[in-house]
């Protein structure tokens, strides 16, 4: 890279965002470019809209803006969207606050906190450039200069919508500064940054009784109280609360619910009325989002107090639940564990997908269907197509249940398990087996859980323990038959051969006494029943082969060992049910013979070079697998 003309790049960029003109000229950027005086939830559901949408398997709409940062929740977002949307549009619901609820470490804040950064950037590019009154500590609109006698022609002339007056320092400046020449005030533009205290603010409740309400509306400046003489002078008044700085953008209030009422009644009237009662001075007009968050207990007792009412009137829920798709929660887990010290040890294939099992297990309700059970469950959330079920039963377990996700295990705890397993001295790698033992261990210490809770989870490990035993049985067996793929090879054409034999009427050719000779029944059921092919459906299945080999055939292409997938398991797992005994006695043997010895080899190096092992898990899995075949 060349440091240098990045350098020079940067600066580019920095100058360009450093505009400052008059509010005349900031009147001709906003009659051609109306965006730049959006309010700030048109702001925020622009910035999302822009980043793209797609839509996923269970129809909700995916927003794209999360993508990398936020797994499973795409329900949720869509409902804050659909919020940002109505706000957008200036309906009711902006005058609310979005309340985020649910479960510990289940990623309010980290949506919260990517709104904030997003408005950041957003602020710095053309679509989301933003302007304020130079010198205003709320930097606000500058439409707001126009005086109201003249809004309505302004509004219905240039098509802008006007909302909000000046703040008390920018009227005093009008008057005694600028001697009411309003088109000579200076204007710039503004990046919104939380650092900076612009356009993005955070409260966070501390000890009700003395808490001061000037963390939120600011207070009195004791440093100039005495040039000016007066309180009720806005040059005696500092305008830096959280929710004075956040205008325009977004202020976050951490677990609002544990505030006190005094700061819940600043927020009803800013959430209400769009102002902020500050000091002395008549309301101060603010637009800006109000987001929050609570856990499940702390809403139900606020729900449940009378007091609250007109609070709760105000508020706009999304219950933000734990992810349940498993797949969702690998990500979760590789994204937390590439910010963490962790990231050069080796994580066995499947630890993390056995660990998000289990996790998803502590989350999911039970069913009151019959024939399914938690376990079935959760590959169903997870998209895999299981025999008898479709996406309508998906739809149907997600109505069944009451509270889904409201409770469980988070991603954090385990990252935390995990972490706590490869802290050991001199671990180069953690399978899932490690990974199953750490969070059996952390259960004794999780303060969260009953005993009840505890003996369930331990089931639960258990069962993740099952699914892993499965994945390595099969894991073992591809490798075992790679090192055979001859072998496999053969039988392949060799059960094509009948099959097609038999679906013509013809006879096969017996390669070594050249008879003609009827298709060998016997040999193509033993490889159809590996994969639960009936004698009733063999006919279909092996019309179904035929007719794709010779659709490969019209495209020039020949049928090979990837063409079919099921019928490429099924010869695995014929072969390996062949060499099953081989496997056994190669992994489980403490001193192999030569010819067991490179077989080993050839499945490590397998394993190694395609399939994400690294030589100390390699060797472990099949160890594993050894012990497991022959119980
Ligand atoms: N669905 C999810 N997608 C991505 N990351 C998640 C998800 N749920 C939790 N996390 C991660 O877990 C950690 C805790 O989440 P956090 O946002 O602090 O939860 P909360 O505020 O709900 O307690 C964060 O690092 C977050 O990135
Ligand atoms: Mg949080
Ligand atoms: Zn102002
Ligand atoms: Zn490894």
Known sequence: MDLVKRLEAYRERERNLKWEGTFAQYFEIVTHRPAVAQLSHERIYNMIMDAGTGATPQGDTHYNFFDGEIFGLDHPLQQIMEYFHSAAQRLEVRKRILLLMGPVGGGKSTIVALLKRGLEEYSRGDDGAIYAIRDCPMHEEPLHLIPHALREDVQSEFSLYIEGDLCPRCRWNVDNVYGGKIEEIPVH????????????????????????????????????????????????????????????????????????????????????????????????????????????????????????????????????????????????YEKLLSQSALKNIHIAPHTLRIASIFAVLTRLEESKKQNINRMKKLKL?????????????????????????MDGISPRYIINRLSSALVKDNITCINAIDALRALRDGLDQHTGINREQREQYLDFISESRREYDEMVKKEVQRAFVYSYEESARTLLNNYLDNVEAYCNK??????????????????????????????????????????????????????????????????????????????????????????????????????????????????????????????
Do not use: W
């Open 189 to 332: 533009r503004i990046v919104l940054s939380e650092k900076s205290r612009t356009g993005i603010g955070t409260f966070t409740p501390s000890d009700p009784k003395s808490q001061d309400i000037a963390e939120l509306v600011g207070g009195i400046d004791l440093s100039t109280i005495g040039e000016v003489g007066s309180e009720s002078d806005p040059r005696a008044y500092r305008f830096d609360g959280e929710l004075n700085i956040a205008n325009r953008g977004l202020v976050e209030f951490i677990e609002i619910l544990k505030a006190d009422e005094r700061f819940l009644y600043v927020l009803l009237t800013l959430s209400q009325e769009q102002n902020i009662k500050t000091g002395r001075f008549s309301m101060i007009y603010a637009d800006e989002v109000v987001v929050s968050h609570t856990n499940e207990s702390e809403y139900a007792a606020f729900v449940g107090n009378r007091k609250s009412e007109a609070l709760q009137d105000r508020i706009i829920l999304v219950k933000v639940p734990y992810n349940l798709r498993v797949s969702d929660e690998v990500r979760i």
């Open 381 to 405: 959330y997870d998209g895999e197509d299981l025999e008898d079920f479709k996406s309508k039963d998906v739809r149907e377990l997600q109505d069944e249940a009451e509270r889904e996700g």
């Open 506 to 631: 013809t006879k096969v050719r017996d390669p070594i006494t050249d008879e003609d000779m009827e298709p060998d029944e016997r040999l193509m059921r033993s490889i159809e029943e590996q994969i639960g092919v009936s004698q009733n459906a063999a006919k279909a299945f092996r019309e179904e082969i035929l007719i794709r080999i010779s659709s490969l055939a019209r495209r020039g292409q020949t049928f090979d060992y990837n063409s079919h997938e099921r019928l490429k398991e099924a010869i695995e797992k014929k072969l390996f049910s062949d060499l099953r005994d081989v496997v056994k006695i190669t992994t489980s043997t403490r001193t192999p013979d030569a010819e067991q010895l490179k077989r080993i080899n050839e499945v490590v190096n397998r394993l190694i070079s395609s399939h994400g092992y690294c030589p100390v898990c390699a060797n472990e899995l099949l160890r594993y697998a050894g012990s497991l075949l022959s119980r």
